[in-house]
């Protein structure tokens, strides 16, 4: 039986965040989750993978400086706003070019 890929990319995902970025290590299971739909949502709407789309947040420190601490009201909103304000935020830091 093969691994649905969501699975295998929530578990390396998990793996680099508990042991390589201590910022963001104790985060729960919850957050984590909410990450990689951010980044997934991210992925999808730009037409890139969602590995690119990871690194190019993760430099920018956008998941650790704005995406977790900002869970609490963040995940309140609707996947369209917040795949907006994400792809906003990443053009204002410059890691994107939306033409």
Do not use: W
Not at 21 to 48: E, Q, R
Not at 56 to 73: G, R, T
């Amino acid at each position: 039986m093969q691994v649905p890929f969501f699975y295998s990319f929530l578990c390396l995902f998990h793996v680099f965040i508990v042991s390589l970025s201590p910022k963001i290590g104790d985060m729960d299971f919850k957050i984590l989750n909410f990450v990689i739909f951010c980044v997934g949502s991210v992925a999808d709407a730009l037409k890139m993978s969602a590995k690119d789309v990871y690194q190019k947040m993760s430099d920018a420190n956008i998941i650790s400086d704005y995406i977790v601490p900002c869970y609490d009201v963040l995940h309140t909103f609707s996947r369209e706003y917040i795949v907006e304000d994400l792809v906003d935020l990443m053009t204002k830091k410059g890691i994107l070019k939306i033409a």
